[in-house]
């Protein structure tokens, strides 16, 4: 099934809201990628990062739709989908400079940001890893009786991990509420899907008896508004379902992956960010509805860019953990 | 056995295992079970029979033949407010959950500074010489030990079953609980009332003072047995049974070493890079200036376990080859 929103209709004042919220945080996330990129380049930052950067729309569009105490798993490519989920800029950061003050004072550094205040049951740096994490966080909300749903967040690579599809099948058989998010980014890694995807991706979860949908990963609106559907359909005990989402990474599998004309052509690049840009195709829209001029939107990315810039501070002049914290936190 | 036990009663080891679910399933009704033909089934080797009648099948749950996925459900389930208990049916099996369990189980709590928990536990099973061939009989334990994050546990009797899995279930981390599938209709004395067993404390099976046996899981009973043996020959062997490979009480293992001055290890893992190892070199390292010759290892062969009779019973330890290494080092 695809999904398209209807734009004829006027926005009200609760859209109007919501549009801006959602642009507003697709910016935040925009920003802090790309300063995480300067962190890197700088050599300020340990070890690699992989930039969300072009996938905005995927992590706000879903994370709009939930409650601040549903549950979301994380990839590796994940902070786009921390900081939608209510991640703080500050913490962000000093967790990926591996300091004491980071969301996991420092011993899970990108790929493994956690943090119960918001939902996030951890980024995973195993691809489909925490699909069985997921769909037991999912197990859970059923068995107690809370309401809350979880989402998967994974990319196209995990479609080739056998784990998807045993818990895929649980959940269907057991009408857990997990949605699965697949962002489709093309790419696993620095192989194109094609090469290692038979068939058709979207027939996977119908085998299993779970809704499947697509939508266009660059269009905020649209995924929040299927995100909703599904959300409610989850609540209301009818089980599991499936959301692909199109979308595209600017940059390389991480921030080191500069030359990557053997993998994808810079032709193919330059169309999606000049195109495809979630974040410049949403203030398009925005000035074209009237809702926000452009002076408006730059100083609402000159805040941004300033909470940005105190966030990194903040972390650079953090401490790191002594030396002697490296063996707690290993048993409970 | 706590002298105070008034209602001892004989259980097998595989109704101790049955009866520390049940209590636990009673006390906390966060606690679950879930695996392959556990519900109606009552689990291949009967262990679980019954529980689906008590708890019923929100919370004996039969899973499909996944053992990675439910393994994964059953760590996210943990880290949400639930107390899974997964069944591995063959410890062989294992191999299939090992990303959920190394990765994913053993990591969440370190990776997260701290901020998330995974009490979950899996049982599972150990032990050879059932002629199930090289995919059903392995013992794998000291994989699991391999992985900061996960405890260990391998019970020897039913009072011992009983009293770690109901802490296996009660702790707050991922515990890996081996059972060994030859000893499940072992019989030995359970007290009626409540009791738990701490990790971490080693149980001195038999006092001795000439030669000390470590042993665990199904190696205690051959331990025992070769320590019968070798009173004909006056010779005294202490018999002490790990309980939990880790956290593992170093202090009794050395303490009895220092006594005895001679040691044999012996585990139903394989030798090489395997339990042994990790307990001889603690011993040798702690009590290296009272030993009289070096601690002797005694494990699986390495080799696939094999199906044939005679050749499987050639690859683990028995009563008769530890009582004649016994013999050696004390000769």
Redesign the interface.
């Known amino acids: 099934m695809s999904t398209t929103v209807d734009r004829t209709q006027t926005p009200g004042k609760a859209d109007i809201e919501l549009w801006l919220r959602m642009y507003k945080q697709m910016l935040r996330i925009r920003l802090f990628e790309e300063q995480v990129n300067q962190l890197y380049t700088r050599a300020l930052m340990p070890g690699l990062a992989h930039l969300y950067i072009g996938e905005e729309a995927v992590a706000v569009g879903v994370c709009e739709a939930l409650r601040p105490d549903d549950y979301i798993t994380s990839t590796h490519r994940g902070h786009g989908h921390c900081l939608a989920k209510g991640a703080s800029l500050d913490l962000m950061f000093a967790e990926l400079l591996g300091k004491e003050a980071g969301y996991c004072k420092g011993k899970g550094g990108s790929m493994h940001i956690a943090d119960p205040a918001t939902g996030n049951l951890g980024a995973n740096a195993i691809v489909g890893g925490s699909t069985g994490i997921a769909t037991g966080a999912a197990f859970s909300a059923k068995r107690l009786g809370t309401g809350q749903v979880a989402v998967c967040f994974f990319g196209d690579g995990a479609l080739g991990q056998g784990l998807l599809y045993e818990v895929m099948n649980m959940a269907a058989l057991w009408k857990l509420p997990v949605i699965y998010v697949c962002e489709n980014n093309m790419y696993n890694e620095y192989t194109h899907y094609s090469e290692t995807t038979a068939g058709d991706i979207e027939l996977r979860g119908p085998a299993f008896g779970v809704e499947s949908h697509k939508v266009d990963g660059q269009d905020v609106r649209a995924v929040y508004a299927i995100t909703q559907k599904l959300v409610e359909r989850a609540r209301k005990g009818d089980g599991p379902s499936i959301l692909f989402c199109d979308t595209y990474r600017f940059h390389g599998h991480h921030v080191g992956d500069i030359a990557r004309e053997y993998y994808r052509s810079k032709q193919e690049e330059q169309a999606w960010k000049t195109d495809r840009d979630p974040v410049t195709s949403m203030a398009k829209n925005l000035t074209a509805l009237g809702i926000a001029d452009s002076s408006a939107l730059a100083k609402m990315e000159a805040e941004i860019q300033s909470e940005v810039d105190a966030a990194v501070k903040f972390a650079i002049d953090a401490p790191y953990p002594s030396a002697d914290k490296v063996d707690h936190d290993i048993y409970a | 056995m706590p002298e105070t036990a008034t209602a001892t009663r004989e259980l097998t080891l595989a109704e101790a295992v049955r009866e520390a679910l049940a209590e636990e399933m009673r006390r906390d009704p966060k606690v ?1 079970i879930c695996g392959e033909d556990i519900a109606e089934a009552g689990h291949p080797f009967k262990v679980l029979t019954g529980l689906v009648n008590e708890f019923g099948t ?1 919370r004996v749950i039969d ?2 033949i ?1 053992e ?15 107390k ?1 208990v997964v069944d591995i049916m063959f410890g062989d099996f294992i191999g299939l959950t090992m ?2 369990m190394v ?2 189980a053993a990591k ?10 995974c ?1 979950m536990v899996m049982r599972t099973t150990l032990g050879a010489t059932r002629r199930s061939a090289a995919q059903h009989s392995q013992s794998l334990h000291a994989w699991l030990c391999h992985v ?2 996960l ?1 260990v546990v391998l019970p020897s009797t039913p009072y011992d079953a009983k009293g770690l899995l109901k802490t296996a279930i009660r702790d ?2 991922p515990v890996v609980f081996f059972e060994d599938k030859m000893m499940y209709k072992l019989k030995g004395p359970v007290p009626a009332e409540e009791y738990t067993i701490p990790f971490g404390v080693a149980d001195i099976k038999r006092e001795g003072k000439d030669i000390t046996l470590v042993a665990t899981s199904s190696m205690v009973q051959v331990a025992l047995g070769a320590a019968k043996l070798l009173d004909e020959y006056d010779i005294s062997a202490e018999v002490i049974d790990p309980r939990t490979l880790w956290p593992l009480d170093e202090k009794t293992l050395i303490e009895s070493a220092k006594k005895t001055s001679r040691v044999i290890v012996i585990d139903e893992g394989y030798g090489r890079y395997g339990a042994t190892a990790e307990l001889a070199s603690t011993i040798a390292e702690g009590a290296f200036f009272s030993l009289e010759a070096p601690v002797k290892r005694m494990g699986a062969m390495h080799v696939p376990i094999p199906f044939s009779p005679p050749l499987e019973d050639a690859t683990v330890p028995t009563e008769k080859t530890v009582f004649e290494a016994a013999r050696a080092l004390c000769g």
């Open positions: 679950f929100e899973t499909p996944s990675a996925g439910f393994t994964g459900i059953a760590v996210g389930a943990a880290m949400t407010g639930l899974p990303d959920q990765n994913q969440i709590h370190y990776m997260s500074g701290g901020k998330w928990k009490p900061p994050g405890k707050e981390n």
